[in-house]
């Protein structure tokens, strides 16, 4: 198993840019989520989704937009970048039995923002 | 409002030596207790995790927790680090019946001397 796996690695975008980043897993859990960390603020919530076709908001969702068209992809799009989304991006996902939901995370993805 | 608190953002110990990391939380339903840990440049990796029973909960990685409801707290213990527990540490609370939506702390970072 891979785990959780995130696309790309590393990426540099020019102001009012837009990209996508990919997260994927295989082991079939129910519950997805994207979170960014910054220095001193740990990691916050940007979007979440509960099941394949659902997504809801987290904590800090402005900017951004998600889609989960299917169960192991959860996918997370700037449609313009803007300097103050500079920042790593991880995907982490869970299974939707409450006794253990441990959240897995991907390695990360480092976006700058120019 | 929830929210979880790591009072130290950078700790140095001597190899050896014992370790106490700091986390207290706000929470207004019963809290599911985590602690994560994040190497340089890589996801994090969950060390340990509480819900109920007995308050001494035993990790990976030599690392235990002690979770006191009178205080609020969930610290995170380890009797002798290795030079390899160099890292940031995370705290985190969520719900135990819900979508498994975590808030973490703003993070410990751990120096270890040789």
């Known amino acids: 198993n891979a785990g959780v796996t995130q696309t790309p690695k590393f990426r540099v975008l020019k102001t009012g840019q837009s990209m996508t980043l990919l997260c994927a897993q295989d082991m079939n859990h129910e519950y997805m989520y994207w979170y960014r960390q910054d220095p001193g603020m740990g990691l916050r919530l940007i979007h979440y989704?509960?099941?394949?076709?659902?997504?809801a908001k987290g904590e800090v969702p402005d900017g951004y937009n998600v889609s989960r068209l299917k169960k192991q992809n959860f996918l997370l799009g700037l449609e313009s970048a803007a300097p103050s989304q500079t920042s790593v991006y991880f995907c982490?996902?869970?299974?939707?039995?409450?006794?253990?939901?441990?959240?897995?995370f991907g390695p990360g993805t480092r976006l700058t923002v120019l | 409002a929830q929210s979880v608190t790591q009072p130290d953002i950078h700790i140095t110990v001597s190899e050896g030596a014992s370790l106490e990391l700091r986390c207290n939380y706000s929470y207004g339903a019963t809290p599911y207790l985590f602690w994560y840990v994040q190497s340089p440049g890589q996801g994090l990796q969950l060390l340990l995790k509480?819900?109920?029973?007995?308050?001494l909960v035993q990790g990976i990685k030599g690392f235990e927790a002690e979770f006191k409801r009178s205080q609020s707290s969930f610290n995170l213990r380890k009797p002798s680090v290795h030079w390899s527990d160099a890292a940031e540490y995370f705290c985190a609370v969520g719900p135990y019946n819900q979508g498994g939506k975590l808030i973490f702390g703003q993070g410990t970072e751990l120096s270890v001397k040789p």
């Open positions: 982490a996902s869970s299974p939707r039995d409450a006794a253990n939901n441990e959240q897995f």
């Open positions: 989704s509960v099941g394949e076709g659902t997504t």
């Open positions: 509480y819900f109920s029973g007995d308050t």
